[in-house]
């Protein structure tokens, strides 16, 4: 960043400050005054929509920021968490939010023990059946072309292979990896992705263990090694899932990305227990499904054919997919009928 034109990113970044050392984050104190921002844990890129100013920021968060995974940032401040479902409790954490959590949530614990206290299924086989899909879009400079195998086994480790290219040099990168379940967010872990690296799943149910690419990756044929070890029992809700691993080049272009579902392999597993999909309410239903073009959540924002509204191209896609349940276009509405109204 150049410091003679300083003046210029503020714009963008009001918060900016220059800095008298090469770890100015480490300096500031949260706004509890015990912390400091120690844990890098992102790198982002802001900048006017045109690319004449453009800002790569590295991230840090508190040191020991307990996991709040399972929180949610509220999106209309003056609502707080009305209307998130399954988050209703407010709080900060080390003055920093505030975040919706859910019932029974701390301030030293935010995401609780209420997950264990769920339904948990030993799966009749011991399988988990994987469905993976290439999420990259024209602007993403990788894409996986296989990932293998296409099952996980209960109670023991699994090595997973995803094969793809690269259509340029990645000198490094950041990765993020999410889970959804009936659509509502139960995960989230960054880091860096050229390093080896341990997640620890929710409510005791496994790891995931990252090898990392060998960085710099050269133009041409990558591959993502990981080894995912499950408990003999999971949660409920874990036994079908949407993740998404996302990769980020260190300028903030877009890397690779790899949708999975995960579903029980066997049919006889009770369907009481995992219940069905959840839906968006009828009304957003018709707007995201039943007029112009669909909003499909499984995809990134910018994908191509993606829905898009009157008040800019992720308007719609804010709407649908991003605040409360997000909608399924695939399966019908939750009362099994819905009417659209067009507004000219």
């Known amino acids: 960043m150049d410091p003679a034109k300083f003046k210029e990113y503020k714009i963008f970044e009001p918060n900016l400050t220059i800095s008298k050392s090469d770890h100015p984050c480490s300096e500031l104190l949260t706004p509890s005054n015990d912390h ?20 790569t920021l590295d991230l840090y968060a508190p040191t020991n920021m307990p ?15 009305l209307g998130i479902p399954g988050k209703p409790t407010s709080l900060t954490i080390f003055g920093t939010g505030s975040y919706c959590c859910p019932k029974g949530a701390t301030e030293e614990a935010p ?9 948990r299924v030993a799966l009749e086989g011991g399988v988990i059946k994987l469905v993976w899909s290439d999420c990259g879009d024209k602007k993403t400079h990788g894409h996986i072309t296989s ?10 480790k699994t090595s997973i292979t995803g094969k793809g290219s690269v259509d340029e040099t990645i000198q490094g990168a950041t990765y993020e990896v999410t889970a959804k ?27 995931i263990s990252l090898k990392g690419f060998a960085c710099p990756m050269s ?19 874990l036994a079908r899932t949407t993740i998404v691993l996302k990769a980020t080049g260190g300028t903030g272009d877009k890397t690779l990305c790899v949708q999975i579902k995960t579903s029980p392999a066997m049919a006889s597993v009770d369907e009481s227990i995992l219940a069905p999909q959840a839906q968006c309410e009828k009304t957003p239903y018709a707007f995201c499904c039943m007029v112009g073009v669909k909003c499909d959540c499984t995809k990134a924002k910018d994908a191509p054919g993606q829905c898009a509204g009157r008040k800019g191209p992720l308007s719609s896609y804010a709407f649908c997919c991003d605040y409360g349940t997000p909608c399924d276009c695939t399966q019908p509405p939750l009362d099994g009928n819905a009417t659209a109204a067009i507004v000219v």
């Open 219 to 237: 133009k041409g044929n990558v591959e993502l090694d990981l080894d995912v070890t499950l408990a003999s029992t999971i949660p409920a809700k």
């Open 111 to 119: 995401c609780g023990t209420v997950e264990d206290e769920e339904p």
């Open 36 to 55: 400091k921002y120690t844990d890098y844990f992102d790198t982002v890129t802001h900048g006017d929509p045109f690319g004449v100013v453009k800002v």
């Open 147 to 156: 990932l293998e195998p296409a099952t996980l086994t209960i109670g023991s």
């Open 67 to 81: 996991d709040h995974s399972c929180c949610a940032v509220p999106l209309i401040h003056s609502l707080n968490c």
């Open 181 to 207: 379940a009936f659509g509502i967010p139960i995960f989230s872990h960054k880091g860096d992705a050229c390093k080896p690296d341990t997640i620890n799943l929710p409510a005791g149910s496994g790891t």
